[in-house]
């Protein structure tokens, strides 16, 4: 089977084969006018330096090369050969809170709109890892495994929103054990849990369960999204807040020393994200710098560029037509009497 890689450039096949006719065409109608010119010793005197079959010759040449420089440029190809991509990278999945206290503006939009474009940007700096997503309130979700289809986890995570989950309420042991149960347990390398949140906790059992993630090779870098100053927290399509039992405006702030303690019992850093802040370069380059695996082996069968096959020859017709004399040196000698 042959593929061409630039099939369109066979059009140039059209003005090729004009030119060559309306070449041939005229080149022999001059021909036929000089040979036209006077009796026969005379043609022999004025045309003897000159030889017709040589100049056919020339023009044959021309075209000739001119053809199969036009077939090299369409871009044949022609067999297959079997290619290998290898895939390296790391697993990392990513833990969103999307609790209601993640609505508060202390960051702007909103702690979880931060959030989600921190996560975006992590995601846009990989080079071939992994990606997945749990998203956590009452209860924890596995919202999308884990992909290399950046384009798609984009997309999910797009949709992410405090509705997402039912239940609220914020459950980090509930996340942390899911993600145990997602990522390899086979292997105590290249696993990565990025837990993105504002620090509430109302099950206490999150550091036990960072330090048993962390035994199984899983490296936890924390993410406190909120300021230490806090804000309420919107509800009702943000017309009113939430309120106590006591019926005062319940103020959600970053509880940032129990989020430094999880990245500690899970070996990772902490970053935390405000209005002030908020790079995570430093998170990046720590996954970046994680040891490799081989994720995925592609082999696929491609079609090898055949051009070279046109490409020479048209290199030889074009110079034979350049280094071929189209006539004699001299006259011949017979024809010294006439001069």
Do not use: C
């Not at 022999?28 to 005197?45: C, D, M, N, P, T």
């Not at 209860?139 to 997402?164: E, G, I, K, M, Q």
């Not at 908020?278 to 079609?303: A, D, N, P, W, Y």
């Amino acid at each position: 089977m042959i593929q061409f890689a630039h099939p369109q450039l066979a059009l140039l096949f059209i003005p090729w084969a004009g030119l060559m006719a309306w070449s041939f065409w005229r080149q022999e109608r001059a021909i036929r006018r000089l040979r036209e010119l006077g009796e026969s010793r005379v043609q022999l005197y004025v045309l003897g330096r000159v030889r017709f079959p040589r100049q056919r010759a020339k023009n044959m040449l021309f075209f000739l090369g001119l053809g199969f420089l036009i077939m090299a440029a369409v871009g044949p190809k022609a067999g297959t050969k079997v290619v290998e991509l290898k895939r390296q990278g790391v697993d990392v999945l990513f833990m969103l809170d999307t609790s209601t206290s993640m609505d508060a503006r202390d960051v702007k939009p909103s702690r979880l709109e931060k959030a989600k474009y921190e996560v975006g940007r992590l995601i846009d700096g990989l080079r071939g890892d992994r990606v997945g997503m749990i998203v956590v309130a009452g209860t924890a979700h596995l919202h999308f495994p884990l992909t290399s289809d950046y384009a798609a986890a984009r997309l999910f995570l797009n949709a992410v929103d405090t509705r997402l989950v039912q239940v609220q309420g914020t459950v980090l042991a509930e996340g942390l054990e899911l993600a145990m149960r997602t990522l390899d347990q086979e292997t105590k390398k290249y696993k990565s849990l990025v837990i993105l949140s504002d620090g509430e906790d109302h099950d206490g059992r999150a550091l036990q369960l960072a330090r048993k993630a962390s035994d199984t090779g899983i490296i936890i870098h924390t993410v406190g999204i909120g300021s230490l100053a806090g804000a309420p927290i919107p509800i009702n399509d943000n017309r009113e807040f939430k309120k106590d039992r006591d019926g005062r405006t319940v103020t959600s702030v970053l509880n940032e020393s129990m989020l430094e303690e999880l990245a500690r019992a899970g070996g990772g850093t902490h970053t935390r994200v405000d209005n002030r802040s908020g790079s995570l370069v430093g998170l990046l380059e720590e996954i970046l710098s994680m040891e490799k695996r081989t994720l995925k082996i592609h082999e696929f069968s491609q079609f090898e560029d055949r051009y070279q096959l046109f490409a020479l020859p048209a290199l030889i017709f074009l110079l034979l037509e350049l280094l071929l004399p189209g006539g004699r040196r001299e006259a011949p000698k017979a024809l010294s009497r006439y001069a």
